[in-house]
């Protein structure tokens, strides 16, 4: 049975043998855009998985299931920490993996096991799911000018439709002529389509997964699915990720 510090009880087996699987060969530190700047290899890719790995196996490597799991230096945990926050997760490295390692998904799951541990997320990130409890949106824009700036007059939204338009908190509140033509080209289009209200249409949870702070994430999935399902709605098109 795994004990509650362990480092491995929230990854997938496929990211447990990923992180088996770097070979620390380097390749993917020639498209890191963290590496082009820092040039400080020990926040690359495959000093993060090395750390990771001796996190494992010091709590639950073999010793550790005999003689008891090692306590881990905090130093390492917050350079590690650190190392894991700065990263862009923009999956560049795990485009380029020589063996395939899907870091965009790797990355958040591994920050993830900082914030369980108190020791992440690093500056302002950690203000976000008060932030989104308080306005629904990680830019603490109030949710009530969600769409009004730039939702055009023209555009008819029905109360209740299969189809449904989600416009996301980055398009509602800073990209805004993107979200405009998305519902311009929908009404062109013909076909009936709604939205939630301002104060419904809540972030997807996309800042919190990837900045590691899971707890919301189902009561957010649940309140837009209610939401939807509310309405009627069969086909949902989003701007968001
Ligand atoms: S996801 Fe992070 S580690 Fe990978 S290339 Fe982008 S910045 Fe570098
Ligand atoms: S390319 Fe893949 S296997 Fe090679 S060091 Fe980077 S993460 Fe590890």
Redesign the pocket.
């Known amino acids: 049975m795994k004990n509650k510090d362990c480092f491995s009880q929230n990854l997938t087996t496929q990211q447990l043998i990923e992180l088996d699987a770097c070979t620390g060969c380097g390749e993917?530190l020639k498209?890191?855009?963290?590496?082009d700047v820092t040039g400080n290899p020990a926040i690359?890719?495959p000093e993060k998985i090395r750390a990771f790995r001796e996190f494992i196996k010091a709590t639950e490597g073999l010793k550790a299931r005999l003689m008891g799991p090692d306590k881990i230096d905090s130093r390492l945990l917050e350079d590690f920490t650190k190392a894991v926050f700065e990263?862009?997760?923009?999956?560049?490295?795990?485009q380029h993996c020589s063996v395939g390692i899907f870091?965009?998904r790797l990355?958040p799951m591994l920050r993830k096991e900082m914030v369980k541990r108190g020791i992440g997320p690093i500056g302002d990130q950690a203000k976000m799911p008060e932030i989104i409890t308080n306005t629904g949106n990680p830019y603490n824009m109030p949710a009530k000018d969600r769409f009004s700036p730039w939702f055009p007059d023209n555009v008819k939204v029905e109360n209740n439709a299969e189809i449904a338009y989600y416009a996301g908190c980055t398009g509602a509140y800073s990209a805004q002529p993107m979200v405009k033509g998305d519902v311009i080209v929908l009404n062109a289009i013909g076909d009936p389509f709604t939205m939630l209200g301002p104060e419904e249409e809540v972030c997807c949870g996309f800042p919190l997964f990837i900045s590691g702070q899971h707890d919301m994430l189902e009561d957010l999935v649940k309140r837009l699915v209610g939401g939807y399902k509310a309405k009627g709605v069969k086909l949902l098109l989003t701007s968001c990720p």
């Open positions: 993917c498209f890191c855009p963290v590496q690359s890719p990263c862009t997760t923009c999956g560049a490295c795990g870091t965009q990355w």
